[in-house]
């Protein structure tokens, strides 16, 4: 046992355990080109929940804040989304990918300048007055949420909206007998660009080691002359326009959204952070994989339990490492 | 150390009577359907408010499984009575049935997160509950899914029993109000959740009362002088879930009928939260004027919206705002507020007036 736990650790340890579950899916559903869709299916949303979470788990990280209205940005960065593609919706239809591509990131950007006025309006307004007070965090950034969510249902209204995609991004390519949503891939490939841009700021700058810096010992990095408040509020509007982001990403992928759209992701965000530890990318990566092809296996072998899993998924976690599979606070 | 009651805290006690008084008369008082259901509610909601006043304002923790106790009461009793017929002694069965469950799932989530952060329980407890409401409404063949459950109650709380009946065998009425079946289920809910409160009001001036305030004020202290912090928070939890629990049984017998929206619902939670925040945390009384105030908005807020969202209607974006719907908005602004600059709520700011410093 002890032999085992050591070849785990050498291994890459807790990294291995999207693979495990890769692996274990396999035997259990025993159709190679079924593992395989799923498989990249379960990636693909990984990816966009990992758009969605990175923020929340470094906002907490660095100021001991937990945003419950997080969410929010998520729903905000959806609809807006949504609005902007139906807008440019002739460009959408048309042959030219050029004009598509255009709309489609237009419409990103835009989820991602909300996010980003969001945020800052967010942490200045509503979270700076109670820095420090746990409950009262909570209470107001819960209230927050309400009254954010009552904007967008006075605004969109509460019927699900139909979110239109540019047609390159429409189909599937076959691959033998294996079909690959183009989408899927897009949303994969945009998340883990994302992921590398993020590890790149964090680990490789000046603005990331101050960022690192400040989850470790705050007190430390203000008494060396930084103001860390400053780059608290950089944090949180980068933070919310990745959730906005995840939030415009997550309307494509689904193509019907409605106002219940924040709350639902709110949960398994939670679920993610918890799962990776507070406060480190890395860990909130592997807690969105993990998620994500554990909520397609299992939607695919058991329905009806996609969402227990996710809970039990977590509470095996917890038991086994209290903190979370990587936390950046000891 | 005895405190001479302040001005403010014996206006605030002369008003809580004054509400257990006018919900005490409330059927002869108010004689419509409407207002024995708001009354109804009333009652139900300051049990519920008051357990999660007990966990929020007298240990600090934030629980967002309330309603997933509140929701395990209510099916247990409706599921009984489904299946086993209107009798007492499946209410008596479903409500103790409920309370099991809730009692095992209190105890499994205390341990397993009270230990660590606040926050973490916070999330912990969010998902628990969203995993409850998924549940109740996949299981169709236990909780008969997004449609609920409809089911009759024991023959007392019919509307056409007589409870008392003249010579000619009509039913007696007092002031107008027949004495029937609907009658009797009103003071039932009533009794029963004066008696909850009343409980609950004896356990926070007891001396367990006094080291959750302790634990409030200073955790690391009270675990200093020696108590432990851990188990007296889940005894807690344990306590609370369990009164919301029975809450939910009540509410279960009294709307005959019970479904995701009416004991799971996150929008329950977010009331809940709204009511003891506004009402005034830790104080109890702020239970009692947080749930009549946030039922009564509920019911004729509405009303008074849909005129206002008519007088406006050539602006723009403003009628949204003001429709019914939106009633939610205005209540989360307002709660923003308090937390600003009121967070002892209510009860707790006009408690402190007149205290000499």
Known sequence: MKNLGAMFERFGGVNLLPVLVAIVAFVLIGAPSSWVTLTIAGLAMGMMIFLMASGLSLIFGLMDVLNFGHSAFVSFGAFVAASVLAFFGAWLGGDSVFLSGLALFLAIAAAIVVGLLGGWFFERVIVKPVYKDHLRQILITMGALIVAEQIILAIWGGTPTSVPRPAFLEGAWIVGDVSVEVYRVFAFALGLAVYAALALILNRTRIGLLIRAGVENREMVEALGFRVDRLFVAVFMVGSALAAMGGAMWAGYQTLISPALGAEMMIVVFIVVIIGGLGSIEGTLLGALLVGLLGNYVGFLAPKMALASNMILMMAILMWRPSGLRPAIK | ?357
């Open chain 2, 1 to 357: 150390m005895t405190q001479t009651p302040t001005i403010g805290a014996l206006f605030i006690k002369a008003v809580v009577l004054l509400i257990a008084a006018g919900l005490l008369f409330a059927p002869f008082l108010f004689q419509d359907v409407r207002a024995l259901e708001v009354a109804a509610r009333i009652c139900v909601f300051i049990v519920l408010v008051a357990s999660y006043d007990l966990l929020i304002g007298y240990t600090g923790i934030v629980s967002f499984a309330h309603t997933m106790f509140f929701g395990f009461g209510a099916y247990g009793a409706a599921i009984a009575l489904k299946q086993i017929g209107n009798s007492w002694g499946a209410i008596t069965l479903g409500t103790l049935a409920g309370m099991a469950l809730s009692l095992v799932l209190a105890v499994a989530i205390g341990l397993l997160s009270l230990r660590v952060k606040a926050i973490f329980f916070a999330m912990i407890t969010l998902a628990a509950a969203s995993v409850a409401l998924v549940l109740a409404s996949q299981l169709n063949t236990i909780t008969g899914g997004e449609d609920g459950i409809t089911y009759r109650v024991p023959d007392l709380f019919k509307p056409s029993t007589k409870l008392f009946t003249d010579e000619a065998g009509k039913v007696v009425q007092i002031g107008g109000v027949k004495l029937n079946g609907k009658l009797a289920a009103y003071y039932f809910v009533f009794a029963t959740s004066l008696a909850l409160f009343i409980v609950m009001l004896r356990m926070v001036g007891s001396p367990l009362g006094t080291v959750l305030k302790a634990i409030r004020e200073n955790e690391a202290r009270a675990e200093a002088i020696g108590y432990r912090v851990v188990a007296y928070r889940t005894f807690v939890f344990c306590i609370a879930a369990l009164v919301a629990s029975i809450a939910g049984s009540i509410y279960a017998v009294w709307l005959k009928y019970t479904g995701p929206d009416t004991a799971l619902s996150f929008a329950i939670m977010i009331d809940i939260l709204l009511m003891v925040v506004i009402g005034g945390m830790g104080t109890m009384w702020g239970a009692v004027i947080g749930a009549v105030l946030m039922v009564m908005a509920q019911y004729y807020l509405r009303d008074l919206m849909s005129v206002a969202a008519e007088a406006t209607a050539g602006i723009p974006l403003l009628p949204h705002l003001l429709e019914p719907d939106r009633w939610l908005f205005w209540l989360g602004i307002i709660f923003i507020l308090l937390v600003y600059f009121f967070p002892k709520g209510i009860a707790g700011t006009i408690m402190d007036k007149g205290r000499r410093t």
